[in-house]
Structure formats: structure tokens, C-alpha cells
């Protein structure tokens, strides 16, 4: 069974902080990961996908991938209150299926 | 910029109900799917559909789900015999390729 597994929180960081989030998976075939920001009641909403290992960064935000270790981060620098949400990490197995498999998310709540 | 809309925003049905939920994907996406997220848990894949056809589905797409593209724009999940336990919410999803996926805003069903 796949599985993605996340930290449900809530990670409580101060505002300019650096905030991580971490993501670990059960499956090695995995190849595509993926983070998604939901706020309460909404949709998520994608702010970021690696396929590679290493970093991957876009503005505020670096996504880390360890194939070998199986886990993937998301790291929000200069962290703001508008950033408290929850988190997803999903997972597609390329080649196999390319429905992505979802974390339970991370909450992160950034105070003033 | 273009988005995945859904309506209703909002639903409320008596248990035994028939519903129909809608969707307006993004216009030059080839994949659809729909996806549901009880409140606090997960989202959960359900269905995934591509040139007119259903590709892949879950174990919780039975008999009692149907999708249907009546035209070239709508996506549509129909819900039989509704239960209490379908009271979710009901995400939309369309992608290009077959990897990064873009969520409508959801309807929020409620099965009374």
C-alpha cells in the first residue's frame, strides 16, 4: 500500500521565520512530488513540484527531494501570517499510475 | 489566468437523493478527475476520466458514482442514493499532462 505520511501539527513558527515541512513515502517507485497549500474550507492549491533529487526553488519556497532516504520538504522562508495553512505533500508513481497519492498535511500556523 | 470552477459552491440533499456536481476544467486540459476530502481526512482520489472514457477509478467509485462529459466544456460527478457519509467536499481536478493537476474551488456537500 502507498503511503505518504506527514507530521499533522501544527508547526508553530514566528513570522520571518523559516518554516519546514516534511514528507516521507513508503513507495521507491515514486517520482513525481508534489506540494499543495490548503487553507481551511478551501481547494488545494499547488505551489510546487520536484522530480529530481535536491533543491528546487521558487521565491520564498524550496522544495528538497532524498529519493534515497524517501522523503521530500518544503521550506517557506521569511515565513508570513498569510502562509497559515495546511500543507500537502502528493505522490505520483510514474510509469504506473498517475494519481497522486496524499499526505493527511502539515498545519503551519505563522504568529505575528 | 485560467482556473477549474465548480458548481454548486454549496450542497444540501436528504439521504436517497440523487446530486450532480459540476465542473468547468480548464480549457485546453485533457485529464480530468474528481476527489473528495472528508472533513479533517485526507483527499481521496475517485475517478479519473480522459478522451471520454474513465482511466482510472478507487474502490470508493461504485455503483453508486457516475461521471459524464455531456459537452465540451462540462465534467460532471453524479451521485446516486446518496448517503451520510457522503457529506464531503468534492474537488474538481483537470491537468494537461498527466502529472500536475490544478483543483476547482469545491462543492461542499452536505447529506442530511
Known amino acids: 500500500q502507498k503511503e505518504v505520511e506527514q507530521n499533522s501539527g501544527p508547526l508553530s513558527v514566528p513570522e520571518g521565520a523559516i518554516a519546514s515541512l516534511n514528507c516521507t513515502y513508503s513507495?521507491?517507485?515514486?517520482?513525481?512530488f508534489f506540494w499543495y497549500r490548503q487553507y481551511s474550507g478551501k481547494s488545494p492549491e499547488l505551489i510546487m513540484f520536484?522530480?529530481?533529487?535536491g533543491d528546487k526553488e521558487d521565491g520564498r519556497f524550496t522544495a528538497q527531494l532524498n529519493k534515497a532516504s524517501q522523503y521530500v520538504s518544503l521550506l517557506i522562508r521569511d515565513s508570513q501570517p498569510s502562509d497559515s495553512a495546511t500543507y500537502l505533500c502528493?505522490?505520483?508513481?510514474?510509469?504506473?499510475?498517475?494519481?497522486?497519492?496524499f499526505g493527511r498535511g502539515t498545519s503551519l500556523i505563522v504568529h505575528p | 489566468e485560467p482556473e477549474v470552477t465548480q458548481t454548486p459552491s454549496h450542497q444540501v440533499t436528504q439521504m436517497g437523493q440523487e446530486v450532480i456536481l459540476r465542473c468547468v476544467p480548464i480549457?485546453?486540459?485533457?485529464?480530468f478527475y474528481w476527489y473528495r476530502q472528508i472533513l479533517g481526512q485526507k483527499v481521496e482520489f475517485l475517478v479519473s476520466f480522459y478522451n471520454n472514457e474513465i482511466s482510472e477509478k478507487s474502490e470508493i467509485f461504485d455503483d453508486q458514482f457516475s461521471v459524464e462529459r455531456p459537452d465540451g466544456s462540462n465534467f460532471t460527478l453524479k451521485i446516486r442514493s446518496t448517503k451520510l457519509e457522503d457529506s464531503a467536499m468534492y474537488f474538481c481536478?483537470?491537468?494537461?499532462?498527466?502529472?500536475?493537476?490544478?483543483f476547482g474551488p469545491g462543492t461542499r456537500l452536505l447529506v442530511l
Open positions: 481536478a483537470s491537468s494537461e499532462g498527466q502529472e500536475t493537476q490544478y
Open positions: 513507495d521507491r517507485g515514486s517520482q513525481s
Open positions: 520536484i522530480y529530481s533529487n
Open positions: 502528493a505522490v505520483i508513481r510514474v510509469g504506473g499510475s498517475y494519481i497522486p497519492t
Open positions: 480549457s485546453n486540459h485533457l485529464y
